[in-house]
């Protein structure tokens, strides 16, 4: 059984594959667009990858990454893709942002012993008590449906827009599966590039195949900008820059907008520095993931994490994901030109 679903989603890839060749608003040549179509790779990576300077089978192409999500069992990704089991899960071992309630059918279920409330009313005043909180879907990625409130004197600012208690009490029993939790005042390095955002960093784990070590394959700095709001997603318009692995400096920050590619020293906003900043306790960030990899998450070869540095300097760990995008760090460094990270793919029969 597992076999035939493996051969039904790999038919039905090709065919989302194919019909996003078809649609995609990026012009290219009929040749140019069939020669990335045979070699798995989607329009936009004409533009995102630098195919003049590295070969294409120096990148993981957009179908090898669907082929990579196979080198996890199904059966953990929950573990992982719920927001709810991630922070049971992980909190014993590191920090992560505290969890307060569940927003189901209009009913608000508390996590956490200091939210004792029961109605969307309690949790109004508890918005309201805390200043600043986070709605996000329990299940979802790449920033859907995440929400930033932060209380005024009499009213909430629902993601820089008024709401009313009357406006609140409606907008919040419409949402269904909705996890309210803590949020993170992050590090002035951070919030000096561009404050209005929460600014993460990606990093890439994988789990060597033969030692059974983790080791960290790449990470990239995200930063928010015009138009992204409190996000920091590269498709929305944020910028990211290649951290280094050793120094823990940042690379020429890219961004991707209106189906063009640019690169940035400074912020375009903001004109703080990017290239050359230094992420603080970048060291503890690199321990800390090979850690939690190595003993909450043994079984999973490959993870994404999103980490934020807080105004105390902490790590928190934001989620993760089981099957990261590549893209954002590609873009900077093809995967594959990394020896330990081509064996990895080659290994899971991913890569030749």
Not at 282 to 291: D, N, Q, R
Not at 319 to 346: C, D, G, M, W
Request: aromatic fraction near 12%; charged fraction near 20%.
């Amino acid at each position: 059984m597992r076999k035939l679903k493996r051969v039904y989603l790999a038919v039905r890839d090709k065919y989302r594959f194919t019909k996003k060749h078809l649609l995609s608003p990026v012009r290219l040549p009929w040749k140019e667009r069939c020669a990335l179509w045979r070699w798995g790779f989607e329009p936009n990576k004409r533009v995102l990858y630098d195919f003049q300077k590295f070969s294409c089978s120096d990148f993981l192409s957009d179908e090898q990454m669907l082929a990579a999500r196979f080198i996890n069992d199904y059966q953990y990704y929950p573990l992982l893709g719920n927001k709810v089991i991630f922070e049971r899960v992980t909190a014993a071992h590191t920090n992560v942002p505290k969890n307060y309630a569940v927003i189901q059918n209009n009913t608000v279920c508390s996590l956490d012993a200091s939210f004792a409330g029961s109605t969307v009313a309690d949790l109004y005043d508890f918005c309201m008590e805390k200043r600043t909180l986070v709605f996000k879907p329990i299940s979802g990625s790449k920033g859907t449906g995440v929400t930033f409130l932060t209380a005024g004197e009499k009213a909430l600012s629902v993601n820089n827009t008024i709401f009313t208690k009357a406006a609140f009490l409606a907008f919040a029993a419409r949402l269904n599966g909705f996890l309210v939790t803590e949020f993170l005042h992050q590090h002035r390095y951070a919030a000096s590039m561009y404050q209005d955002a929460v600014n993460t960093i990606r990093l890439l784990s994988m789990m060597d195949p033969l030692t059974q070590e983790p080791f960290i394959a790449a990470a990239v700095q995200r930063i928010g900008s015009a138009g992204t709001g409190k996000l920091d997603n590269f498709n929305r318009g944020a910028l990211n820059a290649l951290v280094d692995m050793d120094s823990g400096r940042l690379g020429k920050a890219a961004q991707f907008r209106n189906q063009k590619l640019s690169w940035h020293t400074h912020h375009p906003v903001t004109q703080a520095a990017i290239q050359d900043t230094h992420v603080p306790c970048w060291p503890m960030l690199k321990a800390e993931i090979v850690k939690l990899h190595k003993a909450v998450f043994p079984f999973l070869s490959l993870i994404g994490w999103d980490a934020v540095l807080t105004e105390k300097n902490t790590w928190y760990i934001i989620e993760a994901n089981s099957t990261p995008a590549v893209y954002p760090v590609q873009i900077h460094l093809p995967l594959l030109t990394i020896p330990k990270v081509r064996f990895f793919y080659r290994y899971y029969q991913i890569v030749r």
